[in-house]
């Protein structure tokens, strides 16, 4: 015992990084929310549409570019082929999640503020304790990694109570990877049916969120009957502190919030 004590504050340290509430520490070329130029593209341009694989860009009226972060990968492809650079990506600004997907759609001079949870009845409920059980449901296993880091010491979710649970029956939310396929939509169902409700429904990533890379295929089935996701989360997959925050976000921790 004693050296297990000596070895935690001698030489291990605390490792936990000091996110939230300071900013996180984010990889040189990472790509947050999309900044997009107030001006007119060309009237003969369509390079980044044509060059988006999911079809997340659309030309709003006055050939002004608005950009659908539930659809992208950003990969990044648009702002390097736009020769008017009137698509870019913040380094900063890693807060993607919404409640709704019109949330997700960022536009030509936005001001950008994440909403905030009124919904009192998850405040309450889910406020201090978030049990998760998370179903990938046809994801290639990026999305469920990184969720998988929040559990590390690195990250350690269970600090805000947030916790990934093996049975639904311990869950408050279902948290959904992947596009959701034919093969595990029985599975979702019956997980969700097996949660005590009220429970809540989060996609994560882009899969999740709009079918991504596989909105057209045909083995992509999306949600069973009767399921609305409450919380949503860009990315691909979403890097830790996008998901942390939207989780902290939903339960109505985050500092506005509680102002
Ligand atoms: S970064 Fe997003 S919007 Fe741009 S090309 Fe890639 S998927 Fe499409």
Redesign the pocket.
């Known amino acids: 015992m004693l050296d297990a004590l000596r070895s935690r504050l001698f030489c291990q340290g605390f490792r936990t990084g000091k996110f939230p509430p300071a900013a996180p520490s984010l990889p040189d070329g990472f790509?947050g929310r999309?900044i997009l130029s107030g001006g007119a593209c060309p009237a003969t341009c369509a390079r980044?549409m044509e060059?988006?694989?999911?079809?997340?860009?659309v030309m709003t009226e006055g050939k002004r570019p608005s950009?659908?972060t539930g659809?992208?990968?950003?990969?990044?492809?648009?702002?390097q082929i736009c020769p008017e650079k009137a698509?870019s990506?913040s380094a900063t600004e890693y807060r993607l999640g919404g409640f709704t997907r019109e949330e997700l759609i960022a536009v030509p001079e936005e001001s950008y503020l994440p909403a905030i949870q009124k919904d009192e009845a998850i405040r309450k409920i889910a406020g201090r304790s978030l049990k998760i059980r998370q179903i990938s449901a046809g994801g290639c296993a990026a999305c469920e990694l990184d969720f998988n880091v929040l559990n590390t010491l690195a990250w350690d979710m269970g600090r805000f109570g947030i916790q990934a649970v093996a049975s639904p029956r311990h869950a408050d939310a279902v948290l959904i990877t992947g596009p959701v396929t034919h093969n595990m939509q029985l599975a979702l169902q019956k997980c969700y049916d097996a949660m005590p409700h009220p429970c809540w429904v989060i996609a994560c990533g882009s899969c999740a969120v709009s079918g991504g890379l596989y909105a057209d295929a045909p083995t992509t089935a999306r949600l069973p009957e009767g399921m609305h996701v409450d919380l949503f989360v860009p990315g691909?997959p979403p890097h830790p502190a996008t998901l942390l925050e939207a989780l902290l976000r939903f339960m109505g921790r985050t500092p506005e919030a509680q102002a």
């Open positions: 790509r999309p980044c060059t988006c694989p999911t079809g997340a860009i950009l659908d659809k992208c990968l950003f990969c990044g492809k648009c702002a698509v990506f691909c």
